[in-house]
């Protein structure tokens, strides 16, 4: 009986060590687990100005969010909260991970285009969310984005365990470089985002040497998962990316867990990287990205359906409350894996997987859906089979509910060649040193792929400059100025196989000398005259002209005006009554354009003839037309009832005089022809004045 009681009580003591022990890991993995869950590492967010951004925010102090904050790297946004909504709210249908906070901000109007960190200060803690959001100031379309998959960071290991590096990171950095210059809209990774264990003094094909696991044995996960990210040693992790990088597990994507601890290799997900499963939307795309291998085979995963268990629910629920779109893109790990219901169901267009190291493309299901990945980037360990393997990734091209893909391409010439020796097969250069010193630089970018690049971007790092800058051979997309520099994002082309050049310089002043008149009148029918301005620029630059015709007194948009180029225009004769706007703008080659002010043309409506006597006139009326006032002179000293009248016979103005002169004021009238008539009790005069506008 004493044995029965002991071994009851041995079993008891067991089974609440092992709650507590599971209280504590719990515990433990949501302390460390990141404030900010989204967006954050494995799932950015593309936000347009204008529109709303919901941040996933664990709350552990229970405090007010006292700001929300864009740092970027040459400016800074501060989004007011509006609302901060609390309760529980899951971020993992399996994992049962969620977060207490929901802060909701919007991104204001003028907020450059850039990818931005996020920071949530909260009583005295900050928390930051690196490279996490991308502004918009409008979608593209059509748009595009870069596959890559498979880096396996850290598989291998360079130095000591403590104070080393992923070898795999000396390629990445330098894929990097050419994405920045390709400037996709986003970048997809398809899993094996790290590695299960750690290679070190491997031999030159990146095998050998000794092979570790476990938590005793470091780089721990969070190591690993920080190479992926930032980097090490000097070498860039993907935050060196220009673009928003969407990552998803793979098989190998877990450290110092069993392989068969679902729970806790997808807790660990969690913990490092944030969401597991998730979806997100770029104007009508559509993009939903699964995890294949961390969760369970049974009820997030299921082996015969893979869409069937706890993700498919939540990938259906965000392409139902999304909508359809116009073009549908899931991201998964597994190359060989197809839940051909899930992806017939909702018409997925396009599959990017990875797993396979070779690249590959098929079209499978109804839809139908093409299954393609690139190749693998910069995998240690492909040495031996670097020419079919190694260096690869896909460009593609959304357009509406079409796509375009290249094949694959390498970032460089031969993979397996040192750091220093690698030739990137684009590259950009500057003539002057691009850090804000210059005030004049040339870009030149080659291009060694047998693809052309559209929309390739170069940055300029500019010093302030009052009169501006002015750039040759791209398009400029975006100006951004700091007390310190002039940033100026410039979007040009280049040719398969060739070369070009984007030149910044200082812009010359151009100034108008003469700006064309304020206010001319004209009759319908017998059009004369003409409108002209004249100006000047430094230098030998020669000036153009273009004239535009507006709808109000303004010199913002307007219409060009066909053939009108010279400094001079003719007021076309076809015009009939009414007013009309002109304006004409400058330009020089290396100046900014400067547009004139606004001259108003009224065109009267044709008069009948007014039949006036044939003796001598009773006065003399100067200056006609005249700003506003009108000196009478009359043929000899009398009484003389002088009145004054619009073209419609209404009397504005009747004035009695008894001398050789008087003096009428119409300033307080409109610019227009009125008819001034002169009684002296024998006779009427009558004669047309026109009034201008006062022309300083």
């Known amino acids: ?135 918009l100031k409008t979608y593209r379309n059509p748009h595009r984005f870069i596959h890559i998959t498979d880096p396996h960071t850290s598989r291998q290991w360079v130095g000591t365990p403590e104070n080393g590096y992923a070898k795999e990171l000396e390629l990445l950095d330098r894929f990097i470089e050419v994405a920045n210059i390709i400037c996709p809209e986003y970048i997809i990774v398809t899993g094996d985002i790290i590695h299960d264990y750690t290679r070190f003094n491997a031999d030159a094909l990146g095998w050998g040497g000794v092979e570790r696991s476990g938590n005793e044995y470091p780089p721990l996960a969070e190591e690993k998962y920080e190479n992926y990210f930032e980097g090490a040693k000097g070498f860039s992790g993907v935050y060196g990316f220009n673009a928003p990088v969407f990552s ?91 839940d051909l219901a899930f992806l017939n169901r909702n018409r997925i267009n396009l599959l990017l997987n990875g797993h396979g190291h070779q690249p590959f493309q098929e079209f499978i299901g109804s839809t139908p859906t093409l299954s393609i990945r690139p190749g693998v980037v910069c995998r240690s360990g492909e040495i031996a089979n670097w020419t079919t393997t190694l260096g690869f990734f896909r460009i593609f091209t959304i357009d509406g509910g079409t796509f375009q893909y290249s094949p694959p391409l390498r970032f460089c010439e031969n993979p397996t060649l040192p750091y220093h020796q690698l030739v990137l097969n684009l590259t950009l250069s500057f003539k002057h040193d691009n850090s804000g010193q210059s005030k004049s630089n040339e870009a030149t970018l080659t291009n060694r792929f047998d693809i052309d690049l559209t929309g390739c971007r170069v940055r300029f790092v500019m010093p302030n400059n009052e009169k501006g800058y002015h750039v040759t051979g791209g398009e400029v997309c975006q100006i951004i100025e700091n007390n310190r520099f002039t940033i100026v994002d410039v979007r040009t082309d280049v040719k398969a196989k060739s070369s070009t050049s984007v030149s910044i310089d200082e812009s010359q002043t151009i100034i108008i000398t003469n700006q064309p008149e304020t206010y001319t009148a004209v009759t319908q029918g017998s059009i004369t005259g003409s409108l002209s301005v004249e100006a000047s620029v430094a230098g030998n630059a020669s000036l ?93 000293t009398g009484k003389y009832v002088v009145t004054i009248s619009d073209m419609a016979g209404k009397v504005l103005l009747i004035q009695t005089v008894n001398d050789q002169t008087a003096q009428l004021d119409l300033s307080n009238y409109p610019a227009a022809v009125y008819m001034l008539t002169i009684d002296d009790g024998k006779r009427k005069d009558t004669m047309r004045i026109i009034r201008n506008y006062c022309i300083s």
């Open 544 to 636: 153009t002209y273009q004239w535009y015709s507006g709808t109000t007194n303004s010199n913002t948009g307007g219409t060009i005006v066909d053939g009108a180029t010279g400094a001079s225009f003719a007021i076309p004769k076809s015009l009939s009554a009414g007013k009309y706007y002109y304006f004409c703008e400058v330009r020089a080659a290396g100046a900014t354009s400067v547009r004139s002010g606004v001259a108003a043309v009224t065109v009267l409506q044709q008069q009948a003839t007014v039949v006036e006597t044939s003796d001598a006139p009773l006065a003399r009326a100067y200056p006609n037309p005249t700003d506003g006032t009108v000196i009478l002179q009359f043929e000899a």
């Open 248 to 338: 998803l597990p793979g098989n190998h994507d877990f450290y110092g867990v069993k392989s068969d601890d679902y729970m806790a290799k997808a807790s660990q997900w969690n913990r490092l990287m944030g969401k597991r499963v998730y979806g997100f939307s770029y104007l009508d795309t559509r993009i939903i990205a699964s995890d294949d291998f961390l969760g369970d085979p049974v009820i997030d995963i299921p082996s015969k359906a893979p869409m069937s268990g706890l993700q498919g629910l939540v990938l259906d629920g965000f392409l139902n409350a999304a909508g359809p779109g116009k073009f549908r893109i899931m991201a998964q790990h597994s190359h060989n894996r197809f």
């Open 1 to 135: 009986m004493t044995a029965k009681i002991k071994k009851v009580f041995y079993t008891k003591k067991k089974y609440y060590l092992l709650i507590i022990a599971m209280l504590i890991w719990t515990a433990c993995f949501r302390l460390t687990a990141n404030q900010i869950v989204y967006p954050w590492r494995a799932c950015p967010a593309i936000v347009p100005v204008g529109k709303t951004l919901e941040i996933w925010y664990d709350n552990l102090t229970v405090t007010s969010i006292d700001s929300v904050i864009l740092q970027g790297p040459y400016n800074r946004v501060i989004l007011p909260v509006e609302a901060v909504q609390t309760g529980k709210f899951e971020y993992d249908s399996y994992t049962k991970f969620a977060v207490n906070n929901l802060i909701k901000v919007t991104i204001p109007e003028g907020a450059p285009e850039e990818l931005y960190d996020l920071i949530v200060k909260s009583g005295n803690k900050t928390d930051i969310s690196k490279k996490s959001v991308k502004v």
